[in-house]
């Protein structure tokens, strides 16, 4: 039986990400243990969809982003925050990578996937800070906020666990969180997910 078009994409985007990242095993297999780790999360499940459902946030120009809006695109969902200081950047720079090495092996494929950064992290990720942290990454990034019960909402749909963690030393506080991105396919149907840890960082450019 030949490959759906979901299949085939969610195929290329792994071909993407596993390039970027720099080892298949490494990127799909890793997890990361922070603190408190990552929630367990044991696989692609039994074909229903338990991940993925209706959000309603805004993006960094302050537009209202409903799910339905993407349908007919393929998401790729990443949930993080601003001020976190590696896991999230090098991740949306993977994604964004990713992006444009799907460009570049499938001409027009790029185009049917739409990155998506979600924040945990609402009460400093506003409209104005998701505006200017989106533009260090890829073009076509969708950065969304909202009310703590919007992104609340959002983060239960994708099953994603954050918490806030007291920094002593820097007078602020981190976000310990879920570091998964999720491939979801036209019909806003789960399709996989590429789970990312500090420990597959490369330096790739450095
Ligand atoms: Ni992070």
Redesign the pocket.
Known sequence: MPKSLPARIALLIAFCLTIVAGGYATWLYSTRSGPSGIPSFTGEGSGTALVGGPFELLDQDGQTRRNDDFLGSYMLIYF??TY?P???PT?LNDMSQAIDLLGTETPGKAALVTPIFITVDPDRDTVEALADYAQHFHERLVALTGSTEQVGQAAKAYRIYSQKVEDESASSYL?D?T?IIYLMGPKGEYLTFFPHGSTTKKNKNK
Do not use: A, E, I, N
Request: glycine letters at 10%; charged letters at 10%.
């Open positions: 993080g925050y976190c590696d896991v999230c991740t976000m969180h570091s």
